[in-house]
């Protein structure tokens, strides 16, 4: 019994690690957001960076959540609400050089 609570244990601390991993250190204001030839862009104010320019984040605009992404964007340029993108820093996908593909986003205070 003993060595199923500390398996499980150390399961847990791996996956809530994992819940965390590329994820923006900080999160920050978004300052614009369009959409142009079939891609959703924010700008925001976030240092964070895999292409050359930071705090630029686009996404698909077929992605399965690019519409519920777009709504939280807008959710938070209305609110001026911040927020946090998960961005791939191993294999970066720059879009005109300097935008990072997101694949997700959070809203926070």
């Not at 142009?36 to 700008?43: I, S």
């Not at 960076?49 to 209305?78: E, Y």
């Amino acid at each position: 019994m003993r060595s199923l609570k500390i398996v499980s244990g150390t399961m847990m601390l791996l996956f809530s690690s994992q819940l965390f991993a590329g994820w923006t250190s900080t999160d920050g204001e978004v300052l614009q957001v369009f959409s142009h030839n079939g891609f959703h862009l924010v700008k925001t104010n976030i240092p964070a960076s895999t292409c050359s320019t930071s705090g630029h984040f686009w996404w698909p605009a077929d992605d399965p959540d690019a519409d519920d992404m777009l709504s939280i964007a807008l959710a938070a340029f209305m609110s001026g609400k911040k927020v946090g993108f998960v961005h791939n820093t191993d294999t970066p996908e720059c879009l005109w050089n300097n935008w990072n593909k997101a694949t997700h986003i959070r809203i926070s205070h």
